[in-house]
């Protein structure tokens, strides 16, 4: 039968598309990274002995970053949501502003606390800008 295979059908081609191990790896270095942020995890979770064995076991042959390559890897997406962020405002048609107060009002700090968000295209989401900002 694997004869068969071999002979009529295996220069067809499959259904699923084929990664090569870059695509591959890059892939997992971003799952990973998305791992750390949505969780909050600190980014030496890449060096612990038992985030290693569960990856190992996962994916023997993937080779986590280590903790200087995500923290590059960090910043530039930081870098990347922020211009988007950016471009996302401006093009923004209103912004409205909640949770506004100063220590006049809630007994705090005088730094201004802003939580923006924007309407666009008919729903509301939230922007988070880092650190308190006056638009």
């Known amino acids: 039968m694997l004869r068969h295979y071999r002979a009529r059908h295996d220069n067809e081609v ?7 191990a870059a695509s591959r790896k890059q892939m997992l270095d971003e799952a ?5 942020v949505k969780d909050c995890q600190p980014l030496s979770t890449v060096e612990s002995e038992g985030f290693r064995e ?16 995500i923290k590059q890897m960090l910043a530039k997406k930081y870098e990347e949501e922020r211009e988007r962020v950016k471009k996302e405002v401006q093009q923004a048609v ?7 107060w100063t220590s006049k009002w809630a007994g705090r700090p005088k730094t201004p606390q802003l939580m923006p968000s924007r309407r666009c295209r008919g729903t509301w989401q939230r922007a988070i800008l880092p650190g308190p900002r006056i638009l």
């Open 14 to 20: 499959p259904d699923t598309p084929r990664i090569d």
């Open 32 to 36: 990973v990274l998305n791992f750390i």
């Open 54 to 69: 569960l990856v190992q076991a996962l994916q023997p042959s993937y080779v986590l970053p280590t903790r200087k390559t």
């Open 94 to 100: 209103a912004i409205t502003f909640g949770n506004l």
